[in-house]
């Protein structure tokens, strides 16, 4: 019904930046309150950002306030993630998330549906 793709990870040096993308495919995406995730090893994976369905809020984890912006363009059936000022405490796996109704857009079993993941590695 909704499939997800994140792209953009890899490896950048502490202070840079990086633009994750994520291509959602199904008919009902510009109803869907998107989010990102991530999960580092051993750490529980943790809310990062939110956007509602119609791009008019946001959410950020205060961990990433200030520096991370989500946007997305339901046109185009893509959410991203503007990553800057990384810093090493950064590197996870990034997911891509979505759900019509969740009803706390910070905690990840709200939502149904998610991407495979992809790498973020930030070096000191």
């Known amino acids: 019904q909704v499939q997800l793709v994140e792209s953009g990870g890899g490896l950048v040096q502490a202070g840079g930046s990086l633009r994750l993308s994520c291509a959602a495919s199904?008919?009902?995406?510009?109803?869907?309150?998107m989010a990102w995730f991530r999960q580092a090893p051993g750490k529980v994976r943790e809310f990062v950002a939110a956007?509602?369905?119609?791009?008019?809020?946001?959410y950020y984890a205060d961990s990433v306030k200030g520096r991370f912006t989500i946007s997305r363009d339901n046109a185009k059936n893509t959410v991203s993630l503007e990553m800057n000022s990384l810093k090493p405490e950064d590197t996870a796996v990034y997911y891509c998330?979505?759900?019509?109704?969740?009803?706390?857009?910070?905690?990840?079993?709200?939502?149904?549906?998610w991407g495979q993941g992809t790498q973020v590695t930030v070096s000191s």
């Open positions: 199904g008919r009902t995406f510009n109803t869907y309150v």
């Open positions: 956007i509602s369905w119609s791009g008019g809020s946001t």
């Open positions: 998330a979505a759900d019509a109704t969740p009803r706390n857009i910070r905690r990840n079993r709200e939502y149904d549906y």
